[in-house]
């Protein structure tokens, strides 16, 4: 039973202690001075700042640190000023947990494993990247090629950019560069209604001398030159892209009538041999007509891996390690065509040490029989270190009920297990595999049992963010079906209101634009009017009020902490609001980590 009324003091000291716990991380303490780390970074981050402490040597900056160089493309570059191994990536609001972000002087490259949070996770690995930073992105030093943007006289390979104001800026500039010496002056282009389109798009023609096939040097920057800009973005000779200022988006320019709305991969890569990786697209027609999809590989590997058939998705387990290209095409009864591709590295795992998932058999999202015993395998792979041995845990989840029907609650060296569903539905497989130095990979995958293979089901449901975000996040959904008769038709509806009515589209996006729950909801309908529905909820903050402020007072104090410590060891209970202010780390619990990084943070410690 917690005394309540225990003193302060002891409180205090139980949290000092707790600080000095979770502030252990798993870093070794060969980081030196001189060593270059390396990061990714989030198309949605606009500044990298890389903030380091600890170690016997070397100064540390205050918060957020130090801003980070540009290599390429999304990689930037921070020499450690001595031998601190304690890092945090930021943007200055988000960052990387000081848990997971830890240079051992080896691996020196961090992938983010999401784009918003006050702890994110995520892996390191070796860099293999171009080293010499650019600093093409220097508006400062730029010169202006006014002779080089006459949209009249395009030479060679050249891009086309488009801007959808639809922010209403009312001066709109456009900046291009691909080095030093060959970019527009800050602000840059000033665009005007002669530079508009017959849809109202503003177009800028980008010379071929001003663009890199690679799309790791240069880029384009929309902005009123007041303050309001778009990311840095990326594009290449021949492409064509549009970007929308209210959303924030940065996408393909499609003016075909057969359209490619969504392509893309289960995963994020770069994967492993053998990995289960579902590639999906989606496309409308302007007739209306039936669509059709080929999905094919080329480089390490050269192969269709479905042809043609109105199936939108198709599971790929590549066998060999490379680079690859992934194309889909798409055809239309009307004749029209249309493709896509996008490059793809697989790795070999022969020597790794982490623990690597690569899925489960039967494969995700696959459709298994109701009251029929289903046996499920995982496959993974790794572990190369210590006793090479591998440790798994897993739960099978009915999702409507909530209630587990098999698994282990301790980790065991059994990667089988077998359940009958007892009802037709989904059911989720949360598997965590670790290995002998307790490095720890989770994944979640879902099964759908169905008294008939032909029913109609909705086979993910998923969100291109965590479930929960502050107010102006986009978010996008995609939802996948099988079964039934095709094609099919998705529609979306948040807190009960259509929001996109029936189309060949699988994704929707939303800006968040008010606080608070959001319901959203996705209904599939087939070719003979069957119907599937699946719904998730968006929980969105109110950037106003700032984490840890248990108490709402403006600022992140002790009494914070002490509150949330008590509610971690359920002394008290708290509102719904409360809670999820205090989930620090976004874990979605309220937990003893989370007082202490409030403790820290009211400390000004992170």
Same mark, same amino acid.
């Given at each position: 039973?917690?005394?309540?009324?225990?003193?302060?003091?002891?409180?205090?000291?139980?949290?000092?202690?707790?600080?000095?716990?979770?502030?252990?991380?798993? #870093?070794?303490?060969?980081?030196?001075?001189?060593?270059?780390?390396?990061?990714?970074?989030?198309?949605?981050?606009?500044?990298?700042?890389?903030?380091?402490?600890?170690?016997?040597?070397?100064?540390?900056?205050?918060?957020?640190?130090?801003?980070?160089?540009?290599?390429?493309?999304?990689?930037?570059?921070?020499?450690?000023?001595?031998?601190?191994?304690?890092?945090?990536?930021?943007?200055?609001?988000?960052?990387?947990?000081?848990?997971?972000?830890?240079?051992?002087?080896? !691996?020196?490259?961090?992938?983010?494993?999401?784009?918003?949070?006050?702890?994110?996770?995520?892996?390191?690995?070796?860099?293999?990247?171009?080293?010499?930073?650019?600093?093409?992105t220097d508006p400062t030093s730029a010169t202006d090629p006014t002779s080089a943007t006459d949209p009249t006289t395009p030479v060679g390979d050249v891009a086309y950019a488009y801007l959808d104001n639809e922010a209403g800026w009312t001066t709109v500039n456009v900046h291009y560069w691909k080095d030093s010496s060959k970019s527009t002056s800050w602000p840059g282009?000033?665009?005007?209604?002669?530079?508009?389109?017959?849809?109202?798009?503003?177009?800028?023609?980008?010379?071929?001398?001003?663009?890199?096939?690679? !799309?790791?040097?240069?880029?384009?920057?929309?902005?009123?030159?007041?303050?309001?800009?778009?990311?840095?973005?990326?594009?290449?000779?021949?492409?064509?892209?549009?970007?929308?200022?209210?959303?924030?988006?940065?996408? #393909?320019?499609?003016?075909?009538?057969?359209?490619?709305?969504?392509?893309?991969?289960?995963?994020?890569?770069?994967?492993?041999?053998? &990995?289960?990786?579902?590639?999906?697209?989606?496309?409308t027609s302007e007739t209306g007509s039936a669509i059709q999809y080929q999905f094919s590989i080329s480089g390490a590997e050269n192969k269709v891996l479905q042809a043609y058939s109105a199936k939108t998705s198709v599971v790929w387990n590549p066998k060999k390690a490379g680079t690859y290209k992934i194309t889909v095409e798409l055809k239309d009864s009307d004749g029209n065509t249309n493709s896509r591709s996008i490059d793809y590295v697989i790795k070999d795992d022969a020597t790794e040490a982490n623990a690597i998932l690569k899925? #489960?058999?039967?494969?995700?999202?696959?459709?298994?029989?109701?009251?029929?015993?289903?046996?499920?395998?995982?496959?993974?792979?790794?572990?190369?270190?210590?006793?090479?041995?591998?440790?798994?845990?897993?739960?099978?989840?009915?999702?409507?009920?909530?209630?587990?029907?098999?698994?282990?609650?301790?980790?065991?060296?059994?990667?089988?297990?077998?359940?009958?569903?007892?009802?037709?539905?989904?059911? &989720?497989?949360?598997?965590?595999?670790?290995?002998?130095?307790?490095?720890?990979? &989770?994944?979640?995958?879902?099964?759908?049992?169905?008294?008939?293979?032909?029913?109609?089901? /909705?086979?993910?449901?998923?969100?291109?963010?965590?479930?929960?975000?502050?107010?102006?996040?986009?978010?996008?959904?995609?939802?996948?079906?099988?079964?039934?008769?095709?094609?099919?038709?998705?529609?979306?509806?948040?807190?009960?209101?259509?929001?996109?009515?029936?189309?060949?589209?699988?994704?929707?996006?939303?800006?968040?634009? !008010?606080?608070?729950?959001?319901?959203?909801?996705?209904?599939?309908?087939?070719?003979?009017?069957?119907?599937?529905?699946?719904?998730?909820?968006?929980?969105?903050?109110?950037?106003?009020?700032?984490?840890? @402020?248990?108490? !709402?007072?403006?600022?992140?104090?002790?009494?914070?902490? #002490?509150?949330?410590?008590?509610?971690?060891?359920?002394?008290?209970?708290?509102?719904?609001?409360?809670? &999820? /202010?205090? @989930?620090?780390?976004?874990?979605?619990?309220?937990?003893?980590?989370?007082?202490?990084?409030?403790?820290?943070?009211?400390?000004? /410690?992170?």
């Amino acid at each position: 039973m917690v005394n309540a009324k225990k003193p302060l003091a002891v409180v205090l000291a139980l949290l000092m202690a707790l600080s000095a716990l979770f502030a252990v991380g798993t #870093i070794g303490a060969s980081a030196a001075s001189g060593d270059v780390i390396y990061f990714e970074k989030p198309d949605s981050w606009n500044t990298v700042n890389c903030y380091v402490w600890g170690g016997n040597s070397g100064e540390a900056k205050g918060w957020p640190g130090t801003a980070m160089t540009l290599v390429s493309g999304n990689v930037y570059s921070f020499t450690m000023p001595g031998d601190q191994n304690n890092v945090i990536f930021n943007n200055g609001n988000d960052q990387t947990g000081d848990s997971v972000a830890g240079y051992d002087g080896t !691996k020196n490259y961090f992938t983010p494993s999401s784009s918003s949070g006050k702890s994110i996770g995520g892996t390191w690995s070796v860099y293999e990247g171009p080293t010499n930073p650019t600093s093409a992105t220097d508006p400062t030093s730029a010169t202006d090629p006014t002779s080089a943007t006459d949209p009249t006289t395009p030479v060679g390979d050249v891009a086309y950019a488009y801007l959808d104001n639809e922010a209403g800026w009312t001066t709109v500039n456009v900046h291009y560069w691909k080095d030093s010496s060959k970019s527009t002056s800050w602000p840059g282009i000033k665009l005007s209604d002669a530079n508009k389109t017959a849809d109202g798009y503003y177009e800028v023609i980008i010379p071929a001398d001003y663009l890199d096939s690679t !799309k790791t040097k240069g880029g384009v920057i929309f902005n009123n030159g007041s303050g309001d800009q778009s990311a840095d973005l990326r594009i290449a000779p021949g492409e064509s892209m549009i970007y929308n200022n209210k959303t924030k988006t940065w996408k #393909i320019h499609d003016t075909s009538p057969l359209k490619v709305t969504s392509f893309g991969t289960s995963e994020k890569s770069p994967q492993y041999k053998e &990995t289960d990786i579902t590639v999906f697209a989606s496309g409308t027609s302007e007739t209306g007509s039936a669509i059709q999809y080929q999905f094919s590989i080329s480089g390490a590997e050269n192969k269709v891996l479905q042809a043609y058939s109105a199936k939108t998705s198709v599971v790929w387990n590549p066998k060999k390690a490379g680079t690859y290209k992934i194309t889909v095409e798409l055809k239309d009864s009307d004749g029209n065509t249309n493709s896509r591709s996008i490059d793809y590295v697989i790795k070999d795992d022969a020597t790794e040490a982490n623990a690597i998932l690569k899925g #489960i058999t039967p494969a995700a999202n696959s459709v298994i029989k109701t009251s029929q015993k289903a046996d499920v395998v995982v496959n993974a792979s790794g572990g190369c270190v210590g006793t090479n041995l591998l440790f798994y845990k897993v739960a099978i989840t009915q999702q409507s009920t909530q209630k587990v029907v098999n698994g282990d609650v301790y980790y065991s060296l059994n990667n089988h297990y077998s359940f009958t569903p007892a009802q037709d539905g989904t059911y &989720t497989v949360t598997v965590s595999v670790q290995n002998s130095k307790n490095h720890t990979v &989770t994944k979640s995958y879902e099964l759908f049992a169905s008294s008939s293979e032909a029913d109609l089901v /909705i086979q993910s449901f998923q969100s291109s963010t965590p479930s929960t975000v502050n107010i102006g996040t986009e978010v996008t959904f995609t939802a996948l079906a099988s079964g039934g008769s095709q094609p099919y038709q998705y529609q979306f509806a948040v807190n009960g209101t259509v929001v996109q009515a029936y189309s060949a589209s699988q994704t929707y996006t939303m800006v968040a634009d !008010k606080a608070g729950v959001q319901k959203v909801e996705v209904t599939v309908k087939d070719a003979s009017g069957k119907t599937a529905v699946s719904e998730m909820d968006i929980d969105v903050l109110d950037q106003s009020v700032t984490p840890g @402020d248990v108490d !709402k007072d403006k600022k992140v104090t002790l009494k914070d902490a #002490i509150v949330v410590q008590k509610a971690a060891l359920q002394a008290l209970q708290l509102t719904d609001e409360q809670a &999820t /202010i205090a @989930d620090v780390d976004g874990d979605g619990r309220v937990s003893l980590k989370d007082a202490v990084l409030i403790q820290k943070i009211s400390l000004q /410690i992170i």
